[in-house]
């Protein structure tokens, strides 16, 4: 980012105009510890290492024998790379020029709007990729042998494209689920990579919102 946070934070803080709290400069300037730049930093390099994971995924498919499975779902994961330069794009475009208790709030704002965009969007890849799996496993010998002999031994079960529907049940309430739980799945993802700096990114906009509200009266 041209302008650096703690350049905005020194700035914002220096106008009393904008927050007058006595010592407050020192306060925040320790607090910050530049959270904004290590988000956008760690969000950015997540977006590199999905792009590594992709190239990965899609050259050990290829090497056992499922190119098709690995293209879809590098199609998938790049989709989601895509959308992510997308949203770090609108994050760029946020006016720099504010004082920090402004520029602290529109990223916030833009970082909660990320994480329920991508939830959104996790609710149909988790389970695309998992029928994708399914339907390869299905294909393969192993996955033959399973169906057959599901269809030997339950012959009454009616069968539905050469499927008995007690298996495609299963596998159609296991994607179920992964989407009814993909926000979950999700928030547990983000929580283990930026738990810890979204923490400290609440904790500097509930203060910054109190130091408001105190002057406001």
């Known amino acids: 980012m041209s302008k ?9 803080f220096i106008d009393e105009g904008a927050l007058v709290v ?4 020192d306060l925040y300037n320790q607090k910050s510890q530049n959270i904004v730049d290590k988000l956008t930093v760690m969000f950015e390099w997540n ?4 792009i590594i994971g992709t190239a990965i995924i899609l050259a050990g498919m290829v090497a056992c024998g499922l190119p098709y499975l690995g293209m879809f779902i590098s199609a998938l994961l790049i989709f989601l790379v895509i959308k992510g330069y997308q949203f770090f794009a609108e994050l760029k475009q946020i006016d720099k020029n504010v004082n920090s208790y402004q520029y ?6 833009w970082m909660k709007k990320v994480m329920v965009e991508y939830a959104s969007m996790y609710r149909f890849i988790y389970p695309m990729i998992f029928m994708a799996c399914m339907i390869r496993f299905g294909l393969s010998e192993v ?5 057959v002999g599901v269809a030997q031994d339950f012959p ?3 069968v539905v494209f050469g499927v008995p529907i007690i298996i495609s049940g299963v596998i159609l309430l296991i994607a179920f689920l992964l989407s009814y739980f993909s926000a979950a799945i999700y928030r547990f993802d983000i929580r ?9 990114l609440d904790e ?14």
């Open 4 to 12: 650096s946070i703690e350049t905005m934070w020194k700035e914002g």
């Open 47 to 50: 977006l590199k290492g999905i």
């Open 104 to 109: 602290i709030k529109s990223f916030d704002s």
């Open 192 to 200: 283990s990579l930026y738990g810890r700096q979204l923490d400290k």
């Open 204 to 217: 500097i906009v509930a203060d910054m919102e109190s130091l408001q509200t105190q002057q406001d009266k």
């Open 143 to 147: 996955g033959q042998s399973i169906i």
């Open 22 to 25: 006595p010592k407050v400069n």
């Open 156 to 158: 009454s079960i009616p």
